[in-house]
């Protein structure tokens, strides 16, 4: 007698017992209302067990089956989708291959889901060759200010994603602690300049109205040099990029010459008028956030 294995399975219906010999299945056996029926030997094992009343069809080269066994007990139908091993198929029943689920796992930048971004810790390092998509950070602000092709001087992050059709490569920066962003575009080979989003300029740039020192009794038609130190109005993180000597109507005195560098500014000034007078001549100060 051949070796015959007995297993449980679950049909749509009824839970029912296989017995299997070393040939296949050769009987099933299901429990009604907690009770065994008899064995039934009406498997589908070749097309002459299919009998009449009984179906046993497919569709689309196999992929789906239907099989309806003794009046509707055991009914399975379902699709049996082909297996695509590619990553440019289109089909939208098809299946995708384990391999190619491995493929896409590892080819997922980290850095772009969620965890640390790419350190950028060389100095004189060019931002142009960050052209990989990710995130990327430079937290120190001496290796910041030594960096090729970098909008600013101190420590950032650094977005890198692709344009339309991968025609482009878009570089977003923004600095630390703040939500001052620059951006700039690879295309065709050249990148474009830096160019903050306009919704950051107004915290960019500040224009202060500063009275320089007194000049003192000053004879008419004389000339006087006349300073202000930029620390005494100027804001934490802020610095002078432009001096405009300011006029109005009743000014006694001319600007001869307007200098600044980082800690003070300088103008000479002139008394317009024939008799002596004193005053404060004032300038607009424009400073750009660093």
């Known amino acids: ?70 009046g509707g007990l055991n009914d399975v139908r379902g699709a049996i989708p082909s297996v695509v ?41 060019n931002l142009n060759s960050y052209t990989t998509i990710g995130y990327y950070a430079c937290s120190r602000n001496d290796i910041a200010a030594s960096l090729v092709n970098c909008p600013i001087t101190t420590a950032f992050t650094l977005q890198v994603v692709r344009g339309i059709n991968n025609t482009t490569v878009i570089q977003r920066l923004t600095k630390h602690n703040t939500s001052i962003t620059y951006e700039r575009i690879l295309y065709s080979g050249a990148w474009t300049g830096w160019s903050c989003l306009s919704d950051q300029i107004a915290n960019l740039i500040k224009v202060y109205t500063v009275n320089l020192d007194n000049t003192g009794s000053l004879a008419g038609g004389a000339t006087k040099s006349v300073t202000k130190t930029i620390s005494s109005f100027i804001d934490t993180g802020y610095s002078v990029v ?29 008394n317009v008028s024939s008799t002596a007078d004193s005053g404060a001549p004032a300038v607009y100060v424009i400073a750009m956030k660093t």
Do not use: C, E, H
């Open 85 to 125: 091993n590619n990553l440019t198929s289109d089909s939208t029943t098809n299946a995708l291959s384990a391999a190619q689920g491995k493929a896409i796992n590892d080819n997922i930048d980290q850095s772009i889901i969620g965890n640390s971004p790419t350190d950028i810790g060389t100095s004189g390092v």
């Open 242 to 270: 432009a001096v405009i000597p300011r006029y109005s109507g009743d000014d006694q005195f001319a600007f001869v010459s307007v200098n600044f560098d980082s800690t003070l500014i300088a103008a000479t000034v002139r």
């Open 1 to 70: 007698m051949p070796k015959i294995s007995i297993v449980p399975y679950i049909t749509k219906k009824l839970k029912t017992l296989m017995a299997i010999n070393q040939d296949g299945p050769t009987a099933t056996r299901a429990i009604a209302q907690g009770k065994y029926v008899v064995w039934n030997s009406d498997l589908y094992t070749a097309d002459s067990d299919i009998a009449s009343g009984d179906t046993l069809a497919s569709s689309g080269n196999g992929k789906n089956l239907t099989a309806v066994t003794d």
